[in-house]
């Protein structure tokens, strides 16, 4: 037998024992053995890395919403839902995190507070932030979300998109966690439009109109930049204000722009820490009431409702006038207002009681009202005069009671009880007779007036732009 022979008989052998034991045949179980252990270790693989997965995220990644409350300070609020449905909302709404859109009219204005979800109770929680929405604005909330748990480092996040208006952002209670509100002014399925981002603590002011978006930065940290160049971002110092054109897409910061206030924004402070001399009493603010008035009244650095603001109280059955006022003082002859092409005062403040109805008898006992004391600039500006304007949120119109004092250029403000309400008066100097505008200002004040009251001021900001085309930047 040759090798041939041989070879041919070794591989009819070995298909005679594959044919036997079915390997190689259609029917292979060690083949299918081998497949279905294969297979389960691939599964077991996979199901241990998702579940690896799963658990970090839920414990590093995953979030919960933050409660988002939106209170009405004045008139009423349109909200339409993800149903498109509108609704008209005068007191308080809950916000959840589905897509809700919210506009103002010209006489309205209303609060979103977000809270520090530590607390069980949402309205005893410290304020996180809050977006205020002046008249005649909209805008669309997205979310408000947080890490689940405390030891992510993943930010708390606002968002908002779609503005069109003027919104007043406070921002308070960043702490540990990283914090992050955006602000889109168009829709969030394109490109177009501004994006500004709030970063810290602070205290900011957002307008946009179809051709412009200005940022004003009173304190803290905010950036904006365009949504399809986002690497080209502009940050904006405190005491800047950003302008940005939509048209031909230029870019200027202005300084301008100032608090000529000296800590005004009491939000911003600690409740515990005041004056060296006198703590719980707000920095560079002399407060008092009236020489030997009975009872006397109250005033201090509080925390209220989330914020810090001072505190203007007088209880104790009082049927008697009394007052109780809180006044920033300009050295010398005063504060040289001759260059100022506008003047406006800011102010933020909730009013809880009041016993007189309206502003009393006279329009002059309002819970709470604003002074600013000023040297004219006739010629020679030595002539003194007053600017008052009043807060109320009790009683309807009588004979017997007033909404304007004798000395007031306009009525007063009738707001909602314990809300929260941001006062812009707009520029003084279009109110104020040009021979009586202010040469040097000497004071400015807040108090509260009347018999019984009961009001905390969380900012009192008297702004000024200079005469001035100053900026830089592009």
């Known amino acids: 037998m040759d090798i041939t022979e041989q070879a041919e008989q070794v591989i009819e052998a070995a298909t005679s024992s594959e044919s036997t034991y079915g390997f190689g045949g259609t029917n292979a179980p060690e083949r299918t053995a081998w497949i279905v252990l294969m297979g389960a270790f691939a599964l077991f693989c996979t199901m241990t890395l998702t579940s690896i997965f799963g658990v970090y995220h839920y414990l590093f990644r995953s979030t919960v919403p933050m409660p988002a409350i939106l209170h009405v300070a004045k008139g009423t609020v349109g909200i339409t839902g993800a149903d498109l449905r509108e609704t008209v909302e005068r007191e308080r709404e809950e916000l959840t995190n589905t897509v809700t859109s919210i506009s103002t009219d010209s006489l309205s204005q209303a609060t979103i507070q977000f809270r520090d979800i530590e607390d069980a109770n949402a309205d005893s929680a410290k304020l996180l932030a809050a977006v205020t929405l002046q008249g005649n604005t909209f805008v669309t909330f997205n979310h408000a979300i947080r890490p689940r748990f405390d030891w992510s480092q993943d930010p708390q996040r606002v968002q908002f998109s779609r503005l069109n208006g003027q919104l007043d952002v406070l921002v308070t209670g960043v702490r540990a966690h990283p914090f992050l509100m955006d602000i889109y002014t168009d829709d969030l399925n394109t ?88 703590p719980g009493e707000p920095l560079n603010w002399d407060c008092s009431g009236l020489p030997g008035q009975v009872p006397p009244g109250s005033s201090s650095l509080v925390e209220y409702d989330g914020r810090v603001g001072v505190g203007l109280r007088r209880y104790s059955n009082a049927s008697t006038h009394g007052e109780i006022s809180c006044i920033q003082a300009f050295d010398d002859e005063g504060l040289d207002a001759r260059a100022f092409e506008s003047l406006s005062v800011l102010v933020t403040f909730s009013l809880d009681y009041q016993s007189l109805s309206l502003c009393g008898t006279k329009g002059s006992e309002c819970p709470l009202m604003v002074n600013i004391n000023y040297t004219n600039s006739a010629s020679p500006p030595d002539n003194k005069r007053n600017w008052f304007r009043g807060f109320y949120y009790e009683g309807q119109a009588a004979s017997s009671y007033k909404k304007r004092c004798s000395s007031c250029l306009q009525d007063h403000v009738d707001t909602n009880a314990s809300v929260w309400y941001t006062f812009d008066s707009g520029n003084l100097l279009n109110l104020i007779p040009e021979d009586d505008h202010p040469a040097f200002i000497n004071s400015i004040r807040f108090y509260a007036s009347g018999h019984q009251f009961d009001a905390v001021v969380s900012e009192m900001m008297l702004l000024a732009v200079e005469s001035s085309d100053a900026f830089a930047g592009s």
């Not at 412009?212 to 800047?240: Q, Y």
């Not at 204000?241 to 000296?262: A, M, P, Q, W, Y």
């Open 191 to 278: 490109d177009k439009g501004i994006h500004i981002q709030f970063l810290s603590n602070g205290r900011y002011r957002l307008t946009v109109s179809e051709d412009e978006v200005r940022v004003l930065n009173l304190a803290g940290e905010v950036s904006a930049f365009f949504g399809d160049d986002r690497a080209l971002r502009n940050p904006i110092a405190p005491g800047k204000e950003l302008v940005i054109r939509r048209g031909n897409r230029s870019i200027r910061t202005l300084d301008t722009t100032k608090d000529i206030s000296k800590h005004g924004g009491f939000s911003l402070q600690s409740a515990s820490v005041g004056q060296m001399y006198a």
